[in-house]
């Protein structure tokens, strides 16, 4: 762990290993590879823990694992594909399209597999950030882009006692043992969200019998997914036409985003509160038409709005408990047994397999940056700041406090699109800045403290409308849009467009540009002495 006691140590005087160092190799790491390689930007590392580029797709492989928004929203700008196999592709074929979308642009080259940054330092002396690896090493770099993903890492202990004990099978999305056979086996689910919801239905008539623990009911709409003919593909190779019908879906959320954001408080107190009261209302029709047993159709009725939570969408999942083999629990879980689960009632359940769907930490979360993981200027600690002043970034990028240094997910950065679409506009605006870095001849570059601050007190007073639905109308839902402070930083209100204008347009006079001087050549009478940083800035 790097404390600020040692983020200066020195080190031999020599120029950093790379001029950029991405970390991660998910879908904003290949974003920002791409846009650094069409900014001529050529010297840059792109570093993935794992031995594969996806992220999450590349990671996670369970059983009905596909994408929950359409494939046409999901992918690249700059590499539009017109050959969905299905509406909703299967998580095989996601992982497919980045692998192949960083061959196609030459990342593999760039990208150091197996190799997991423990923490970052910088190096006010020499301009430059020292990225530690597990195992031993040091990275350096001029820049650093952090392309980590919205869900960091999966929460492995699932909170109940016990589990040590369990002699059974364990299962995670995020590792699913695929060798393993759960058919003709009996298995519990614990938890409701994404991937129990794509799970159970996947393995419900595999297996001898299907327990679901549920702690909060989920949100879950029916998603056809047909295949994509032939003649559909052919007319989404028609220029434009799949960045069209993508706009036009954003301009629908970017207006239902902004109108929240803007209307006053009076406004939006009462059409909130009517709003969720219809939507439980008709969710409850709709569970008459897909749930048989009265029990398990209230059992399944949320008590809270369709957006407290992350909504899901999958046709099996209430079809799976009007299966016999499939059970519904509510009753919360007291301790894991050598053969099973016990719940709070004293009932012991044996299973032969138990999957551990208990979520991730998330990016909004303060818990989620641990102190000593990211030191900046001036000993700047991201994790204390983040636990004292809560999550803020300009831009959703950018600290003061952190040079040279680029969120692609940071706080407030989620703007309605799909992933991909939001994670390529902060990667521009961490491109931009770079190259303006290298334009000027300069080493150093770090939002002004005057622009963060009020860019942040704008983003604030805008999610006023979500911290009222998430904390206040919402608030007895667990839910990772509503962190451990109460506020909602996963969600940006501004909107979409407005977002990528700011990270297109932003100006440069929010940024302090400066330029390392060569350190001075020792002497007889003065020793070696510490080079020195100019004071002015670069002329712009």
């Excluded at 494939?71 to 700059?78: N, R, T, V």
């Excluded at 059974?168 to 699913?176: H, L, M, V």
């Excluded at 954001?261 to 439980?280: E, K, Q």
């Amino acid at each position: 762990m790097v404390t600020a006691s040692n983020a200066h140590t020195p080190l031999a005087d020599s120029p950093p290993d790379h001029e950029v160092a991405v970390i991660g190799a998910g879908p904003g790491g290949i974003a920002a590879g791409v846009k650094l390689k069409r900014a001529g930007i050529a010297d840059f590392v792109i570093i993935e823990r794992s031995d594969e580029v996806g992220g999450s797709w590349h990671e996670n492989h369970y059983p009905g694992l596909e994408v929950d928004i359409p494939s046409l929203a999901y992918q690249y700008s700059f590499a539009r594909n017109a050959d969905w196999s299905r509406l909703f592709a299967p998580g095989p074929e996601v992982k497919r399209y980045h692998m192949e979308v960083a061959r196609r642009f030459g990342l593999y080259p760039h990208l150091r597999f197996g190799t997991a940054v423990t923490s970052e330092e910088w190096d006010e002396d020499r301009h430059r950030w020292n990225l530690h690896l597990e195992g031993g090493g040091v990275i350096t770099a001029r820049f650093v882009v952090s392309a980590v993903g919205a869900f960091l890492s999966p929460r492995t202990d699932p909170g109940i006692p016990g589990l040590a004990d369990y002699r059974g099978k364990i299962q995670r999305p995020s590792d699913w043992d695929e060798d393993y056979d759960h058919a003709g086996k009996r298995v519990a689910v614990i938890g409701t969200g994404a991937s129990s919801v794509q799970i159970t239905p996947a393995i419900a008539g595999q297996v001898d019998s299907l327990t679901v623990f549920q702690r909060t009911p989920v949100w879950c709409v029916p998603k056809p997914n047909p295949r994509i003919p032939a003649a559909v593909k052919l007319a989404l190779r028609t220029p434009g036409l799949q960045a069209a019908a993508h706009g036009a879906v954003l301009v629908g959320v970017d207006l239902a985003l902004r109108t929240m954001s803007n209307a006053p408080m009076a406004v939006v107190r009462p059409t909130l509160r009517a709003v969720d009261a219809t939507a439980i209302a008709g969710y409850r029709g709709l569970l008459r038409l897909m749930v048989h047993d009265p029990a398990t159709r209230a059992a399944l009725t949320p008590d809270y709005g369709p957006i407290a939570k992350r909504p899901t969408a999958n046709t099996g999942y209430l079809l799976s408990f009007n299966r016999d083999n499939v059970k519904l629990v509510t009753t919360g879980i007291e301790t894991f047994t050598a053969h099973g689960l016990r719940t709070a009632d004293g009932v012991e359940r044996e299973f032969d397999m138990v999957v551990l769907a208990t979520g991730y930490h998330v990016f909004s979360d303060p818990e989620t940056y641990t102190p000593g993981m990211v030191i900046g200027r001036d000993g700047m600690d991201l994790g204390k700041f983040y636990t004292e002043h809560g999550l803020q970034a300009y831009e959703s990028v950018a600290l003061p406090g952190l040079p040279n240094r680029w969120t692609l997910v940071g706080p407030y950065s989620w703007s309605g699109s799909g992933w991909h679409a939001f994670v390529e506009m902060t990667a521009d605006h961490a491109v931009r800045a770079i190259s303006e870095t290298r334009r000027r001849g300069a080493t150093f570059v770090a939002v002004r403290q005057h622009a963060h601050d009020a860019y942040h007190r704008m983003i604030y007073r805008n999610s006023e409308a979500m911290r009222f639905y998430l904390a206040e109308l919402n608030a007895h839902v667990p839910t990772y849009y509503r962190n451990s402070q109460g506020d909602s930083t996963y969600i940006r209100p501004t909107g979409f467009f407005r977002a990528r204008r700011g990270a297109r347009r932003f100006p440069f006079a929010d940024y302090h540009f400066d330029i390392l001087r060569p350190r001075p050549q020792p002497s007889r009478a003065n020793g070696d002495r510490p080079r020195r940083r100019a004071k002015t800035e670069s002329p712009a």
